[in-house]
């Protein structure tokens, strides 16, 4: 009885991120999408609350949105996985219901 | 008829600031007629949505505070505050408005529809929900 | 282009609908003719409705949808005018889009 948990604001401008990674059961999933792939990169203030993420479930972050902003797939955090639009139908149809972070 | 499905409308937006709130409660008045278990969440700054005494005269603003107080009637009684978002916003339970709804099982007895909920609560709200709809 | 409805030199202004544009500028006098152009005659039960709108929607701010209106009307008038075949009686358009109309209140939410 998953989540699937959207994230599509950056963490440096709104508290999107955090407030949805304080909600996480074990076995749910975030998808970063949007500006929410600006908390992606490795090396910022953000990555701690993403690794904490990592612990209860998975977290994906969507490729053409991060292409459009210039991070590199080996710029990610180590645990967060790519997906493609289809990546995201399939994550949508796995899980037992999708909440939006604004 | 198909059976009920759970609705959560999960309000996480100051009220007056942005249209956000305010959507929010027509989609859930519209939404009423379709009788379905709803239920209201209230975190981070959407909890101000339901501080006492707003007073949008002098902004030239609506007042759809008032509204929540309507929502009983419509069957919505269920207001689910986290605890979290109030005190991280110097706010307790006092500061919010009184909402109640008429039990008509219980010889219409009032009966207050907010719920303090902790973190992990709201959490598993969310988690037995069909429908999340975020505002 | 602009609707109005007008009183002498009262003039207010109505969406293609006929709900007035600006809520505060209503008074009886505007009912009455809001009233005439939806064909209906204000009794004493008339205003009942419309007056118990008002208080309402100054209450909550909405316009309550039909079977709230009715349910309130009951608990406040009794049973036979907490009815919904009452209410279209007297507004046969639909009670609350009507009664609201001529209370120069916005249409309920949730109507169509």
């Known amino acids: 009885m998953s989540t699937l948990h959207t994230v ?42 993403v690794q904490a993420a990592l612990e209860s479930g998975s977290v994906y972050a969507l490729a053409p949105d991060c292409a459009a902003r210039g991070i590199k797939p080996d710029d990610l955090i180590e645990g967060v996985q790519l997906v493609d639009y289809a990546g995201f139908v399939d994550l949508v149809a796995q899980h037992q219901r999708t909440v939006a972070w604004l | 008829m198909a059976q009920k499905k759970k609705f959560l409308y999960l309000n996480r937006k100051a009220p007056h600031g942005t249209i956000y709130a305010l959507e929010s409660l027509e989609v859930v008045l519209i939404g009423a007629a379709f009788e379905q278990d709803v239920s209201l969440a209230f975190l981070d700054d959407g909890v101000f949505q339901l501080m006492a005494g707003q007073d949008t005269t002098a902004a030239g603003m609506k007042n759809f505070s008032r509204t929540f107080k309507a929502l009983g009637d419509y069957d919505v009684r269920k207001f689910y505050v986290e605890r979290e978002s109030l005190a991280e916003r110097g706010l307790t339970v006092e500061d919010l408005m009184p909402i109640t709804y008429e039990d008509e099982n219980e010889d219409y007895a009032e009966k207050p529809s907010i719920h303090l909920v902790g973190r992990a609560e709201l959490a598993a709200i969310i988690a037995d929900q069909d429908v999340v709809l975020s505002f | 282009m602009t609707m109005q409805y007008k009183i002498g030199d009262i003039v207010a202004e109505h969406d293609e609908e006929g709900y007035l544009t600006d809520i505060t500028v209503w008074n009886k006098d505007l009912a009455l003719l809001i009233a005439k152009s939806e064909n209906i005659e204000m009794t004493p039960e008339h205003w009942e409705v419309v007056d118990f709108l008002r208080e309402y929607y100054e209450e909550y701010q909405i316009a309550p949808a039909i079977r709230i209106l009715v349910k309130e009307m009951k608990k406040k008038f009794g049973p036979e005018k907490g009815d919904q075949k009452y209410l279209y009686q007297l507004f046969p358009y639909g009670p609350a889009k009507q009664a609201c109309k001529i209370g120069g209140l916005p249409k309920p939410t949730g109507c169509v």
Do not use: Q, Y
């Open chain 1, 8 to 49: 599509n604001k950056s963490p440096f401008e709104r508290n999107a991120l955090t407030s949805c990674t304080g909600h996480l059961l074990a076995g749910d999933a975030v998808l970063m999408i949007e500006d929410g792939v600006l908390g992606a990169r490795t090396g910022s203030s953000a990555v701690a609350v």
